[in-house]
């Protein structure tokens, strides 16, 4: 596979080099990340005294030496899934293996839908007691960009429209839809929301993808499942 540049010739990626990890191997990293997200929020929620914060600031940073032990440069890919697609499981919103992504499980359905289910916890908290707008556009702006890519065609993101219509609730259970609206040449729009409990759209948003000029590598991007 070719090198990846953008215009200025800035290397943006390259897929060979790449760890390419298996299924064993990317579920054992889902699970530590899984505890990272728990650490996460008892780090914003905990009430403990001071002597103990300061113990456990020591132990995580004991915990953190360990994983640099053995480090790499990039973010590993998953072999790839369907629809010919690399799976980025390190995607900061469908990438499992990423402690600050929801994620979001993604599922491509029929008529060129892309589902996006997951639920945000209170590290996500923007106005008091609700989700902040800037990560309901972060999840909106992957949702789209992956409808784009099954429906239309890859690109990155060169607009990006948010309607927030109402708060959106953490701790629940968050539905994301996004679908392809037309393409034309290298642009493709795209439309997507996410729906509350109850089916109650809170955010809207529409954006447009530019193919790049600069080659994109074969199937970059995300899979239906990370
Ligand atoms: C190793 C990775 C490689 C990439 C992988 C992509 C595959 C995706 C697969 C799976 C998706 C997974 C999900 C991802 C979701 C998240 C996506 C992001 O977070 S993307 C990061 C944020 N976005 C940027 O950083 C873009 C920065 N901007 C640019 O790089 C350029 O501006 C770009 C590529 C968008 C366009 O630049 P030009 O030079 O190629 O094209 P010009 O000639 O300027 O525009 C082409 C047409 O588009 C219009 N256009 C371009 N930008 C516009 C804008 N901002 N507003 C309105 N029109 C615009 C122009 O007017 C022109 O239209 P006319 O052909 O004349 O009709």
Redesign the pocket.
Known sequence: MTE?E??GGRT????EDRRWIGEERAAQLAELAARVRELTEAVVLTEVDSAEIAAVAEQVAALTARLNAARDQYPPMAAEGTNG?VR?LA?P?TGRINPIAPPVTVTVCEGGVVRGEFTLNTVYEGPPGFVHGGVTALVL??????A??SGGV??????LDMCYRRPTPYGVPLTVEARVTRT????TFAEAHVLAPGGKVTVEATA???????Q??QG???SERN
């Open positions: 990846v953008a215009a943006i990626g390259r897929l697609m980025q995607s919103v702006d992957q949702m789209l960009g992956l784009a890519a890859p690109g990155l993101t060169a607009t034309e040449g290298r642009k447009m993808f530019v193919r790049p000029l600069f994109l590598p970059t991007g995300a």
